[in-house]
């Protein structure tokens, strides 16, 4: 009965309260009517309280989350099956389901009277964009009067787990190659046939089980020695990422961690399909899920759990890796790495064994600065230079696109150009010695800075020949100069798979766009005669992308 009490609406305390007043007024005043509503006012809640308390309603519930495991981003399905398994019905029943924040708000319920041996089903979305494995549950049912006197919560036991895992992108077919295990060897080694005297062996190993110790082999060696177990032979893949926290940039789900996960996750669930046996280390060099991960799915459930570490180098995963046997073929996703790291990371490759890097442009979720960018991007290629002289492949994206945004306005235009041209013809003059000099230097002079300056001398010939010369012969002698122009764009255009819609202002260039571009390059070809120094002529950004194609 207390606990009836307790679970009393604001409604059924506010009668509560004006009962007992109503009494005390009455015996104050000696008046009998005002007592009887005290009495009406007092007995009401508490009438209500106690048949909800008695309230017995045998009821059972059964929650099925479909899928259990899915991918980061995309939707689930939790379906609810409530039955009275009593003999009698209920009233009105308000159903409330636990639901991490993370997940969206708690789906809340009314159902109807539900007779005896029927079932109501109820179901919601979730859907969540961070990986994680989220407690479903336990279903809260409140009980309620029919006047919202009395209102008591009892919750159910049952609970059911969701495993957000990272997504998985498909990857093109290609040959990891890789080493081939039998027991935990990743070389072939020839199987005694002929007892326990003659069972191949091995040196004892840190972990190895005691009820393995060959003790003939330990006797005559000197040293501890188990038995091997034969299995079949099988490609073996290792796989590492790096969780350093320092490694990484951005926060949440477009951060380059999770980003560093997908990709681990899309080359596990590669190789898995393919029949390699899989393990898996961080920088801390703990091998998940055990010594081996059986499938994917195990995989895709330990990534939905990683987090970030405060580790700041790649020590204690070099140090297992180093001289280690079995890796098989080794795949890395791997942050920031500095020149260091990356040569501490490259001492661990085995020569027998393949050994990828793929390597997260973290700095790349950030907006540098130009100085900042150029040292990250100088840090970043020696990193790979380091790697592909110790024998690793490092993997980029050979199809990646990359927007960036156009002038807005007349003065940005001049800006940018002015910038280019004049960078150019610094270009032209650093690299002015040795071969290069003396090979490419004269084609680029030629076509870009020689021609385009020559350039203008074509407009005013064709302007002078309109009005002087025959005007046939100088329209058929300017379209020519425009079909050719016209072939050379839609070749470019075709060797970067565009569309060739935007060809079609091709002769309205003619007109404007030429004659500032010559206005541009002759002023940067001045300012390169008169050694006048220029500044980076950086552009406003106005993060504008409507205009971006897609795909």
């Given amino acids: 009965m207390r606990a009836a009490l307790s679970g009393l609406t604001t409604r059924g305390r506010c009668l509560l309260a004006a009962g007992v007043a109503s009494a005390l007024c009455g015996l104050a005043l000696g008046e009998r009517d005002l007592i009887r509503v005290a009495v009406f006012l007092v007995a009401l809640p508490l009438v209500a309280a106690a048949v909800v308390a008695r309230t017995r309603f045998r009821l059972s519930c059964s929650r099925d989350v479909t899928p259990a495991r899915v991918p980061a981003g995309q939707p689930a399905t939790a379906r609810l099956v409530l039955e009275n398994v009593s003999f009698l019905p209920t ?42 494995r989220y407690r479903i549950g336990p279903l809260r049912l409140r009980l309620a009067d029919p006047f919202g006197l009395v209102e008591l919560t009892r919750s159910f036991t049952a609970v059911d787990i969701l495993t957000v895992v990272p997504a998985v992108h498909p990857l093109p077919p290609i040959k990891l190659g890789g080493a081939w295990e039998s027991g935990g060897e990743s070389v072939s080694r020839s199987v005694a046939i002929r007892g326990d005297d003659d069972a191949a062996t091995r040196e004892y190993r840190n972990g190895d089980d005691l009820r393995k110790v060959h003790w003939r082999s330990t006797a005559r060696v000197g040293k501890l020695m188990v038995r091997r177990e034969e299995r079949p032979w099988q490609a073996r893949a290792t796989l590492m990422l790096d969780t350093r926290a320092d490694a990484h940039r951005g926060e949440g789900p477009g951060s380059s961690f ?27 060099g703990v091998s998940a899920g055990g010594a ?23 020590d204690a995963a070099a140090g297992p890796l180093r001289g280690a046997e079995g890796l098989g073929t080794f795949i890395a996703v791997l942050g920031i790495l500095d020149p260091e790291q990356a040569a501490l990371l490259a001492s661990t490759r085995s020569p027998s064994e393949i050994s990828i890097a793929v390597l997260v442009d973290a700095n790349s979720w950030l907006a540098l600065s130009p100085r900042a960018q150029a040292e990250s991007d100088a840090a970043y290629d020696a990193s790979v230079e380091v790697l592909l002289r110790a024998g690793w492949r490092v993997v980029y994206e050979e199809t990646a696109i990359a927007y960036t945004e156009a002038p807005a306005t007349a003065g ?20 002015r010695h040795g071969h ?11 076509f870009s800075v020689v021609l385009p300056l020559l350039a203008p001398l074509i407009d005013l010939m064709a302007v002078y020949g309109l009005f002087f010369l025959d005007r046939q012969i100088t329209l058929l002698g300017w379209l020519a100069m425009l079909v050719v122009q016209a072939v050379t ?3 470019a255009f075709r060797l970067d798979r565009e569309s060739l819609r935007p060809l079609w202002t091709l002769p309205l260039q003619q007109i404007v766009y030429r004659q500032v571009m010559y206005a541009v390059l002759l002023a940067s070809a001045l300012a390169a005669l008169t050694g006048r120094r ?5 552009i406003r950004r106005t993060g504008d992308f409507s205009a971006a194609p897609s795909g």
């Fill in 292 to 314: 081996e991960l059986t499938d994917e799915g195990v995989l895709l459930d330990h990534l939905a759990e990683v987090q970030t570490s405060r580790n700041r180098t790649l």
């Fill in 258 to 284: 999770e980003w560093a996960v997908s990709a681990l996750a899309s080359v596990g669930a590669y190789t898995s399909r393919r029949g390699y046996s899989m393990r898996m280390i961080t920088d801390a």
């Fill in 489 to 491: 764009a839609v070749l």
């Fill in 412 to 431: 940005q235009l001049w800006k940018q150009r002015y910038r280019w041209s004049y960078g150019t013809m610094q270009a032209l003059w650093k690299h």
């Fill in 534 to 538: 220029l500044g980076w002529q950086k």
């Fill in 91 to 132: 009233g009105l029943l308000l159903l409330e389901d636990e639901v991490p924040y993370t997940l969206g708000g708690r789906p809340r319920f009314t159902v109807d009277r539900v007779g005896p041996g029927q079932r109501r089903v109820v179901q919601y979305p979730i859907r969540s964009d961070a990986r994680g």
């Fill in 436 to 446: 290069f000099g003396r090979t490419r230097i004269p084609f680029i002079a030629l």
